[in-house]
């Protein structure tokens, strides 16, 4: 496979690609030693490396991890440890994060732009002309025989008058800021204004919260966002079941409205109302790929758009927006430009996910609300860390874990967890729906380590009330026994 000679028609430079990848973020990744016999081309309009990288998921957890050494130092009366908190340096903190994920970007941009041969980097905005043709702009088009979307997804602003003629930040670019903002209103109340609350809220901000719904993080399992809802109330200033009517800047900060007439000054606004498919930027109807009414790219099993040769994977294309889910997809669309006669299909059931709040939250699998709905027989067991060893240590009151399974098969149909370290605590149960484990076979067909705070997991699995006999337990090695 090679590149063609750029050629000029009509006046535009044209040049034909095998492969090219809008985005250089999950997409970045295909692009590697199986393809060194394709031209590739990569197209990035903006920072190079994606929303995870630069804007999301590494920078937010390098605040999170300062953020909760903050809030425990003003919790260790309970323990009779005297730590307190004093103060959050906020420059050396971004500059400590910054100066290690800006090299980061900026060599991936360099490998791309100056490294294999067989890559070319565009640094453009990209619009379909037809199916395989991407005007770049600036009389410049490239034409491929295969292409794949990977542009993310980019914060979403909710109509609200006033909105556009105030400074409002996002998670794109809070978190670049140059002081700490004394008061901070947040709109929204998913995941990101929960990490964003905590990481202002334990460095000193006082944070005020606004929300349509009557809870926060409401797509979680419905104990789990009330306890945190309770948690929340406890710290910040939080409006569940509203909505801004104005905003308008007041001097140095802003003042907004709700729709009960109640108002709120802050220093700084934080839009953390969702995120929205690039999608929209891109003309895909002048090459015939097919979105759904949200935007989202309709994809098949194998990641293929609505045109065989057009994949799609991420934000762009799945509404989980999670970066371990756009590197699978990653994967599976590299090995199926590779070998279209055996194509793979990224697993897309069990899909866990966290947030790095305070207390932290993890979920995978169905919530008992989900499990209601679905008709099936189903058992539940909420197991709370202060009935544990580890959560006597901690003096925790707050947190827990909650697990769903089929009485029938002991199989696990959900976990949710609430508490620290709640993301580690989560895997060996999404390793047991991954791989088909029973709840036998892990609670009891192996050693648990007393007293660490994973017996919280134990307990829980312990206390599903399931059909299955002892006997179902996995052998266990001759001469051994638990």
Same mark, same amino acid.
């Given at each position: 496979?090679? #590149?063609?000679?750029?050629?000029?028609?009509?006046?535009?430079?044209?040049?034909?690609?095998?492969?090219?990848?809008?985005?250089?973020?999950?997409?970045?990744?295909?692009? !590697?030693?199986?393809?060194?016999?394709?031209?590739?081309?990569?197209?990035?309009?903006?920072?190079?490396?994606?929303?995870?990288?630069?804007?999301?998921?590494?920078?937010?957890?390098?605040?999170?991890?300062?953020? !909760?050494?903050?809030?425990?130092?003003?919790?260790?009366?309970?323990?009779?440890?005297?730590?307190?908190? $004093?103060?959050?340096?906020?420059?050396?903190? %971004?500059?400590?994060?910054?100066? %290690? *994920?800006?090299?980061?970007?900026?060599?991936?941009?360099?490998?791309?732009? !100056?490294?294999?041969?067989?890559?070319?980097?565009?640094?453009?905005?990209? %619009?379909?002309?037809?199916?395989?043709?991407?005007?770049?702009?600036?009389?410049?088009? *490239?034409?491929?025989?295969?292409?794949? /979307?990977?542009?993310?997804?980019?914060?979403?602003?909710?109509?609200?008058?006033?909105?556009?003629?105030?400074?409002?930040?996002? #998670?794109?670019?809070?978190?670049?800021?140059?002081? /700490?903002?004394?008061?901070?209103?947040?709109?929204?109340?998913?995941?990101?204004?929960?990490?964003?609350?905590?990481?202002?809220?334990?460095?000193?901000?006082?944070?005020? *919260?606004?929300?349509?719904?009557?809870?926060?993080?409401?797509?979680?399992?419905? @104990?789990?966002?009330?306890?945190?809802?309770?948690?929340?109330? &406890?710290?910040?200033?939080?409006?569940?079941?509203? =909505?801004?009517?104005?905003?308008?800047?007041?001097?140095?900060?802003?003042?907004?409205?709700?729709? $009960?007439?109640?108002?709120?000054?802050? &220093?700084?606004?934080?839009?953390?109302?969702?995120?929205?498919?690039?999608?929209?930027?891109? @003309?895909?109807?002048?090459?015939?790929?097919?979105?759904?009414?949200?935007?989202?790219?309709?994809? &098949?099993?194998?990641?293929?758009?609505?045109?065989?040769?057009?994949?799609?994977?991420?934000?762009?294309?799945?509404?989980?927006?999670?970066?371990?889910?756009?590197?699978?997809?990653?994967?599976?669309?590299?090995?199926?430009? =590779?070998?279209?006669?055996?194509?793979?299909?990224?697993?897309?059931?069990?899909?866990?996910?966290?947030?790095?709040?305070?207390?932290?939250?993890? #979920?995978?699998?169905?919530?008992?609300?989900?499990?209601?709905?679905?008709?099936?027989?189903?058992?539940?067991? %909420?197991?709370?860390?202060?009935?544990?060893?580890?959560?006597?240590?901690?003096?925790?009151?707050?947190?827990?874990?909650?697990?769903?399974?089929?009485?029938?098969?002991?199989?696990?149909?959900?976990?949710?967890?609430?508490?620290?370290?709640?993301?580690? =605590?989560?895997?060996?149960?999404?390793?047991?729906?991954?791989?088909?484990?029973?709840?036998? $076979?892990?609670?009891?067909?192996?050693?648990?380590?007393?007293?660490?705070?994973?017996?919280?997991?134990?307990?829980?699995?312990?206390?599903?009330?399931? &059909?299955?006999?002892?006997?179902?337990?996995?052998?266990?090695?001759?001469?051994?026994?638990?």
């Amino acid at each position: 496979m090679i #590149s063609r000679t750029p050629t000029r028609q009509t006046g535009l430079v044209t040049r034909h690609f095998d492969l090219a990848i809008l985005g250089s973020g999950s997409g970045n990744s295909i692009a !590697d030693e199986r393809f060194a016999d394709w031209s590739v081309a990569i197209v990035e309009e903006g920072v190079f490396g994606g929303t995870c990288l630069n804007r999301g998921c590494i920078p937010t957890k390098m605040f999170v991890y300062p953020a !909760d050494l903050a809030l425990a130092a003003r919790h260790g009366g309970v323990l009779g440890v005297h730590t307190h908190f $004093d103060s959050a340096d906020w420059v050396a903190m %971004r500059d400590r994060i910054f100066a %290690r *994920i800006d090299p980061i970007s900026a060599g991936g941009r360099e490998w791309r732009a !100056d490294g294999a041969e067989h890559v070319t980097l565009y640094e453009r905005h990209a %619009r379909f002309v037809d199916p395989h043709t991407i005007d770049l702009g600036e009389g410049e088009q *490239i034409t491929a025989d295969r292409i794949v /979307l990977a542009t993310g997804s980019r914060p979403e602003f909710p109509p609200v008058p006033g909105l556009d003629e105030v400074e409002a930040y996002t #998670s794109d670019t809070i978190m670049r800021i140059d002081a /700490l903002p004394e008061r901070l209103l947040i709109l929204g109340g998913g995941v990101i204004s929960a990490e964003f609350a905590h990481i202002f809220s334990a460095f000193g901000t006082q944070v005020t *919260i606004v929300n349509r719904s009557p809870l926060l993080l409401g797509k979680e399992d419905h @104990d789990v966002a009330e306890r945190f809802t309770e948690v929340a109330q &406890d710290r910040w200033e939080v409006h569940l079941g509203r =909505l801004v009517s104005t905003i308008s800047r007041v001097g140095d900060g802003v003042r907004a409205e709700l729709d $009960d007439g109640t108002v709120l000054e802050a &220093d700084a606004v934080l839009v953390a109302t969702g995120r929205r498919p690039n999608s929209d930027l891109l @003309d895909l109807a002048a090459a015939g790929v097919e979105v759904d009414e949200n935007g989202v790219v309709v994809v &098949d099993e194998h990641q293929r758009t609505s045109l065989a040769h057009i994949f799609a994977l991420g934000d762009v294309s799945n509404p989980w927006q999670l970066k371990h889910v756009a590197n699978a997809e990653a994967r599976a669309v590299a090995h199926n430009l =590779l070998h279209p006669e055996q194509l793979l299909s990224p697993e897309h059931v069990v899909v866990p996910s966290a947030v790095f709040t305070n207390p932290q939250i993890a #979920s995978v699998g169905m919530t008992e609300r989900e499990a209601e709905a679905s008709g099936l027989r189903f058992t539940m067991k %909420r197991q709370a860390y202060g009935d544990t060893a580890y959560g006597w240590a901690m003096e925790d009151k707050t947190s827990f874990a909650k697990v769903i399974a089929d009485p029938g098969t002991g199989r696990l149909l959900g976990a949710h967890i609430l508490g620290p370290q709640a993301s580690n =605590l989560i895997q060996p149960l999404i390793q047991m729906m991954s791989l088909g484990q029973s709840i036998p $076979d892990v609670s009891r067909g192996q050693y648990w380590i007393h007293p660490a705070m994973m017996e919280v997991v134990e307990n829980a699995l312990l206390g599903l009330e399931i &059909d299955v006999a002892a006997e179902h337990l996995t052998a266990q090695p001759e001469g051994r026994t638990l």
